[in-house]
């Protein structure tokens, strides 16, 4: 699976958020989308997903857009949002139910998967509980749950960790891991620069709307001239709008 994003550009009214946007993601590949607040990473996520319509440019997977086929194209993403988005009036069964529902996956293959995941992030004695009662990891755990239970080649991730716990941080990580092995896609926005530094395999740098920089570790130390400087040097360097000065 190959994401392809050319020359997106887009937002939420004539004036455009996206400026002419363009990078790739591959299967079996994690790539980090890093940006200050406001640089335009939730809003490039929702055009990929199709929330949102490119003004111009286009976004591809494995060459077909939304527009061509977009039954095809939806069924091969799964998307975890910033903020959970969960339906007050359904149970977290429920829930899980709705996916498989609209993934069209087969409930007896794929509760047992559930299971196993439910059990990892600690609510498989919750399954009839509403979202009312869930604490906000616990929505956000909903979410990855719902996610990882599909076949998605390629999986959308809005800033993951902020509302996380340290062990859960740390199983979205080992999924994240497994589903790449399995020859999945994964882009990720993200503030936790340490991590994405120890797991992405690029970067794509998102500032006012447009890609600054992208590759990985070793080519972003080289645009920034520091052969040793962590992805959080580079960032700070890059968002305070400087060039390095080694
Ligand atoms: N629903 C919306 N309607 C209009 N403008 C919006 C909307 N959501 C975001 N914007 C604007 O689009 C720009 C990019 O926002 P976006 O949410 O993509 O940033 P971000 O990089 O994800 O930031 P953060 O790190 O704070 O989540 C900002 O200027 C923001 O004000």
Known sequence: MTLEVNGLVGGYSQVPVLKDISFTVNDRELVGLIGLNGAGKSTTLKHIIGLLMPQKGTIKLDGVTLAKDPKHYKSQLAYIPETPILYEELTLKEHLELTMMAYGLDQTKTWPK???????????????????????????????????????????????????????????????????????????????????????DRFVMLDQGQVTASGDLA??????????????????????GGESDA
């Open 114 to 200: 559930a299971q196993k995941l439910l059990k990892k992030f600690r609510l498989d004695n919750k399954l009839d509980w509403f979202p009312a009662n869930f604490s906000k990891g616990m929505k956000q755990k909903v979410m990855i749950v719902c996610a990882f239970i599909t076949d998605a080649s390629l999986y959308i991730i809005d800033e993951p960790f902020l509302g996380l716990d340290p062990l859960a941080t740390n199983d979205l990580l080992e999924l994240i891991a497994q589903k790449k092995q399995a020859g999945a896609a994964v882009l990720m926005s993200t503030h936790v620069l340490s991590t994405a530094q120890e797991y992405c």
């Open 219 to 240: 080519q972003l130390r080289q645009t920034y001239g520091k052969q040793e400087a962590s992805l959080s040097e580079i960032y700070l360097k890059f968002a305070q």
